[in-house]
Nanobody, 117 residues
Framework: QVQLVESGGGLVQPGGSLRLSCAASGLIFSMYIMAWYRQAPGNQRELVAEITSGRETNYADSVRGRFTLSRDNAKRTVDLQMNSLKPEDTAVYYC???????????WGQGTQVTVSS
């Protein structure tokens, strides 16, 4: 079965940086679309960024230019580098894998990111 384990969350001051990592197992990692979503209290879960098997990336307007998504197929990881963090980036961040043909999706357990002075 697919297992996604996120790490790297924490507390950071506005303007700071964090790097989230998602380690995947139980899937042919290189063929999957990988993504990070986030959910703040009282809000719906929203897409932050996604990367295809061909390494094409798509970013939410709110993070474009500040966040960078990358994948390492050999290590089966997908990393989200977050720079110039703002208080509104505070949320639980979730890793998601999606099969490109069946759309079968799996989620990680989430990692908390808090941006506050």
């Amino acid at each position: 079965q697919v297992q996604l384990v996120e790490s790297g969350g924490g507390l950071v001051q506005p303007g700071g940086s964090l790097r989230l990592s998602c380690a995947a197992s139980g899937l042919i990692f290189s063929m999957y679309i990988m993504a990070w979503y986030r959910q703040a209290p009282g809000n719906q879960r929203e897409l932050v960024a996604e990367i295809t098997s061909g390494r094409e990336t798509n970013y939410a307007d709110s993070v474009r230019g500040r966040f960078t998504l990358s994948r390492d197929n050999a290590k089966r990881t997908v990393d989200l580098q977050m720079n110039s963090l703002k208080p509104e980036d505070t949320a639980v961040y979730y890793c998601k894998s999606t099969h490109p043909r069946t759309n079968f999706a799996s989620w990680g357990q989430g990692t908390q990111v808090t941006v506050s002075s």
